[in-house]
């Protein structure tokens, strides 16, 4: 089965789009193989997979890991989401610029977004599902977010009155972490 790139947004954020075989069983996909993430240029190695479950209204983010660096390839397995990656990296053209995109149980897409990037979610279905792999262990020690809705970086969510965690509510601003000497490990 082949898994293709369907789209690239500020440079790295990719879109893939898995060859899904259906009939009325059901279906089966290859969402992850190495040789071919290999030859897409994409990581072939991934060390954590991490799955969640959120009700409508939810978002999640923007997360972000610095040490080990963390990459995260992202799918929703039940339900809808907008899933949503921004460029954080000092010196890249793109830095305070976002993706997003909806994706969903239906149409199976992916969205691999490397370490230097903030990536949150928010739920449009009654309940989702969000699996993703990851090239970073998570640390507590060296991850942080960006508040979702930091008007410098201007997301235009679906959603209006998103439920949030308290750390998700009180995250810092994109100018705030970038006057971190934290930050500085996310240059290009």
Request: include cysteine; aromatic fraction near 12%; hydrophobic fraction near 40%.
């Amino acid at each position: 089965m082949q898994l293709s790139v369907l789209s690239k947004h500020l440079n790295d954020v990719i879109v893939i789009k898995p060859e899904v075989f259906e009939d009325e069983r059901g279906f089966f996909t290859e969402f992850y193989r190495a040789d071919q993430f290999k030859e897409l240029g994409l990581p072939d190695n991934f060390v954590q997979g991490n799955h969640s479950r959120s009700s409508k209204g939810v978002l999640r983010g923007l997360h972000f890991q610095w040490e080990p660096p963390m990459g995260k390839l992202m799918r929703v397995t039940f339900g809808s989401a907008f899933l949503v990656a921004v460029d954080i990296r000092k010196n890249s053209p793109h830095l305070g610029k976002w993706y997003g995109m909806e994706i969903n149980d239906k149409n199976k897409l992916e969205i691999w977004a490397p370490a230097g990037f903030a990536r949150g979610f928010c739920v449009l279905s009654d309940f989702a599902e969000i699996q993703y792999l990851t090239t970073g262990v998570y640390s507590n020690k060296a991850e942080s977010g960006i508040r979702w809705n930091d008007p410098a970086i201007g997301i235009e969510w679906p959603v209006k009155d998103p439920i949030l965690s308290n750390k998700d509510k009180d995250a810092q601003l994109l100018s705030e972490w970038l006057a971190k000497p934290d930050s500085e490990n996310f240059k290009i």
